[in-house]
Nanobody, 127 residues
Framework: VQLVESGGGLVQAGGSLRLSCAAPGFSFDDYAFGWFRQAPGKEREGVSCISSSTGSTYYRDSVKGRFTISTDSAKRTVYLQMNSLKPEDTAIYYC?????????????????????WGQGTQVTVSS
C-alpha cells in the first residue's frame, strides 16, 4: 500500500495549485487523510485533514479560507486545492492516512495514528 502525491511546482504569490494524493489501497470509509508540510529548517506541521465517512475537516489557521481539502472515493484520491498562495506556503507537502478510528479531526486540530506517508511533493511560491 502506498500514497503517491502529485501537483506540486513553482508558482508566483497569489497563484494556485492543486495537489493530488492517489491512495488506491485504502478504503475511504475506514481511513482518514491529511496533508502535512515541512519547510527547510522547520518542523513538520499539519495543514489539513479530512474524514470522508464523518465529513470532519481541519485546517490550520494560516490556510483557512485559502486551502480546501476534498476526496473522490471513486478515484481513491485526496486533493488539496491551494489558492492565494504565499511565499510562507513553500514546503514539501506530504499526504498521509490512518484508520479513522485512530485519527482525531476537530476544528482546532488534527492528530493521531497516521501510519502511511507519501514521498512528498515540493511546493515553491515565489514573491
Amino acid at each position: 500500500v502506498q500514497l503517491v502525491e502529485s501537483g506540486g511546482g513553482l508558482v508566483q504569490a497569489g497563484g494556485s495549485l492543486r495537489l493530488s494524493c492517489a491512495a488506491p489501497g485504502f478504503s475511504f470509509d475506514d481511513y482518514a487523510f491529511g496533508w502535512f508540510r515541512q519547510a527547510p529548517g522547520k518542523e513538520r506541521e499539519g495543514v489539513s485533514c479530512i474524514s470522508s465517512s464523518t465529513g470532519s475537516t481541519y485546517y490550520r489557521d494560516s490556510v483557512k479560507g485559502r486551502f480546501t481539502i476534498s476526496t473522490d472515493s471513486a478515484k481513491r484520491t485526496v486533493y488539496l486545492q491551494m489558492n492565494s498562495l504565499k511565499p510562507e506556503d513553500t514546503a514539501i507537502y506530504y499526504c498521509t492516512t490512518g484508520p479513522r478510528d485512530l485519527i482525531r479531526i476537530r476544528y482546532q486540530d488534527c492528530g493521531g495514528r497516521f501510519n502511511y506517508w507519501g514521498q512528498g511533493t515540493q511546493v515553491t511560491v515565489s514573491s
